[in-house]
């Protein structure tokens, strides 16, 4: 039986790469039943709205989603639909796997993080104004429901997954109330736990500390600006964007996978765009769905693609995205 999976192209270079992800796919030999929907600068030039209804209707029918990523105005503008979404499904929790692969170097020879972020709240709540001309305020929203719900995830996550440590990153000595509610979460609900080891770092030298030696490291729990940093930080650690993406899950297990990179206008039309920011969520989609054979075939075949020399220019090589992608489904068997 065919798996229904919503598909959200994404703007710019993900208009490209959607339908060389669902080629990889069919050719793994994985049977989707794609419920392709727009989101994006395409339907707000039509209608005004970046996402619109049919996207909502579509998820709630599939109930899992692959998803490129939305162009998000800066400055001024709407709000980024891709926090939207987040916020509207309550995909609360975000897993960014930081961890090297076969045949892409990265800083790090073994690094395995994961950085699991709340995705609801924290300054993406979005409330800003303006006190007087030349002061604004941007408030941070934590509450002890959402800080509460992420730990606990962190902690079944580490559970399910054999992991055996909680990091929870902050900075309550200036956030005392904001970030230091986080904190108290955590450290009471880490006694619930007494199977895995818990700490606590402050933000910044979590940084230091990630980029000085990763392996101290194992799963990370933060909030929603921090995971957004420490997520981009441990990417830089594992060779870009090529390696990473992102899952997020709400309550009533809703996912939704996400390429976190993806707007690179420059590259559009090239036929020149790496196709693994799109794949890497690809393969995670397969393992949710129950096919995990497949995506550990087409991990290999990515590696083995890569480790062969087929690579888009960004990643060293000189392959255009469709003889990188005919490189992979060559590796498939
Ligand atoms: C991410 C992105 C988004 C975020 C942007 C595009 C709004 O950086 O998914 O990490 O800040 O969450
Ligand atoms: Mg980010």
Request: charged residues 25%; aromatic residues 6%.
């Amino acid at each position: 039986m065919a798996h229904n999976v919503t598909l959200i192209p994404g703007d710019s270079v993900g208009r490209e790469l959607a339908p060389m992800t669902q080629r990889v796919i069919a050719a793994a030999g994985v049977d989707v039943d794609w419920d392709v929907v727009e989101a994006g600068t395409n339907p707000f030039g039509q209608s005004g709205d970046p996402l619109p209804p049919e996207v909502f209707d579509s998820i709630a029918r599939t109930g899992v989603a692959l998803k490129g990523e939305l162009k998000t105005p800066q400055g001024s503008g709407y709000e980024s639909p891709n926090v939207r979404l987040r916020k509207r499904l309550d995909l609360f929790a975000t897993v960014r796997p930081i961890k090297v692969q076969p045949g892409l170097p990265g800083r790090y020879d073994k690094v395995d993080v994961v950085v699991v972020r709340e995705a609801t709240e924290d300054v993406y709540a979005g409330i800003e104004h303006v006190v007087v001309p030349g002061v604004v305020q941007s408030i941070k929203v934590t509450t002890k429901k959402a800080s509460d719900r992420i730990i606990r995830f962190a902690f079944e996550y580490a559970r399910a997954h054999g992991r055996k440590k909680v990091t929870l990153v902050h900075k309550a000595n200036i956030m005392k109330k904001a970030d230091g509610l986080f904190l108290a979460c955590g450290n009471a609900i880490a006694g619930e736990y007494a199977d895995v080891a818990y700490e606590s770092i402050i933000a910044d030298n979590a940084c230091m500390q990630l980029v000085r030696d990763p392996s101290r490291y194992d799963v990370l729990v933060t909030q929603n600006l921090f995971g957004d940093l420490l997520g981009d930080l441990g990417a830089g650690l594992v060779g870009g964007m090529s390696n990473v993406w992102g899952e997020l899950r709400n309550e009533g297990g809703t996912a939704v996978f996400e390429a976190i990179h993806g707007i690179a206008d420059a590259l559009v039309g090239t036929g020149r765009a790496n196709p693994l920011p799109y794949l890497r969520p690809a393969t995670a989609l397969l393992r949710h769905l129950g096919e995990a054979s497949a995506a550990d075939r087409v991990d290999a075949a990515i590696a083995a693609a890569v480790t062969a020399g087929h690579k888009t220019p960004d990643i060293g090589g000189v392959s255009t995205t469709t003889e990188m992608v005919d490189a992979i489904i060559r590796h498939l068997d």
